[in-house]
């Protein structure tokens, strides 16, 4: 294990009905002028609008709103929010949504006290030096940003979809109410299972030795996830999965907790973002195709993390198997589960071909090769999306 620093400094409220504390929470903490951030509507069909609308008057709040902020969350929707917060002096930031509300709101929060463009962070040319307060009531659980410091965001004019990470973009507080999850769409519920799946296996295929307390948790909400993401596709409603889904997304990927000493992959997310910044499609829908073409193209690295995923998570009987066969049926296994969920499984599935295939490549590397369980190069990301279409 290595030698580590953990920090998170997000406040959680869990459970049914603890959307309504949401006043309390503004009260407390003294704001006055908030900055309301949500998606294309569907907290207003779900009835999430009034109730924080109704709260936030009732301690007073002055109310701002930025609304549409889209799937894939732009550039330009971020650059208004900076510009409301300017002329109003917002003293929060609220977002009530999904992931993509979520990071629009903390790159607002972060772009707010930054004299150059936002897009700046993005592309690593500025760092982080401050950001506003953020709260945020989350409606689907799938990224872990109400409780970590990312925020992805894409520039549509350039094509381009990318990622920062802050200590300062951390939320001050996530109401995490499962109940407001029920009216998830199976696709979108989907979507969430795939991505946090995929954030255990950007951390849980380390070359880190000695790390057997961090694998077994990243192990226990894999299978948490697969056993209670099939009942909730079934019974949207049913409390207890889309509770232990909810706290499932928001452990696998805030701030590091489950990986603490060990070193980190997420090569395939910074492919997938390529793929999504030029095709629009849902970042989980990449996920799902892109990654058991990871594990195939990796796994011969370390073989025996492969065969204990195979084992421990999948319960791939290793009797009589080579290490090849057992690794092998554990990557079947994971592309097997996101086919049986519905997700989608090649690159054509989502009308993709091989037009843009160098472009993306290329653009994944723009800062260097990515991953660290085998580092890939510009050739290697493009095999893997070749294996992928
Ligand atoms: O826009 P509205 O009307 O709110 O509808 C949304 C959207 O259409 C809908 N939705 C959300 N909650 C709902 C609901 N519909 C009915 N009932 C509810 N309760 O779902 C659709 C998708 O929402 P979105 O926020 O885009 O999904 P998700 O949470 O999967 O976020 C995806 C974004 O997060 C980024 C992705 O790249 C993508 O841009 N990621 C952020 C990460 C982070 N901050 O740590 C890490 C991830 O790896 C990921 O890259
Ligand atoms: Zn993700």
Redesign the pocket.
Known sequence: MNSFEFQNPTRILFGAGMADQLGEQVKSGGWKTVLLV??????K??GLYDRVISQLQQVGAKIVELPG?E???RVTTVRKGIDLCREEGVDLILAV???????AA?AVAVGVPYEGDVWDFLIRKAQIQGALPLGTVL??S????EM?G???I?NWEENL?K?FGSIHAFPKFSILDPT??????AD?TV??IV?MM??VFEQYFSSTPDTPLQERLCESILQTVIENGEIALMEPTNYAARANIMLCGTYA?NGGMISVGMQNDWAT?MIE?EV?AIYDI???AGLAILFPNWMKYVYRERIDRFVQFAVRVWQVDPNGKSDEEIALAGIEATRAYFSRIGAPTRLADMGIGEEQLNRMATETVRFGTVGSFKPLNEQDVKAILQMSL
């Open positions: 949500y998606g294309g509507g569907s907290i069909k779900m902020v799937p894939n969350p949504g999904g992931g993509s509300v979520l990071d903390k409606t689907l799938a990224t872990g940003s970590n990312n925020s992805v894409t979809k990622a407001l999850t029920y009216s998830v769409p979108q979507n969430g991505d995929s954030h990927l997310h973002h999504s849902a970042h989980a």
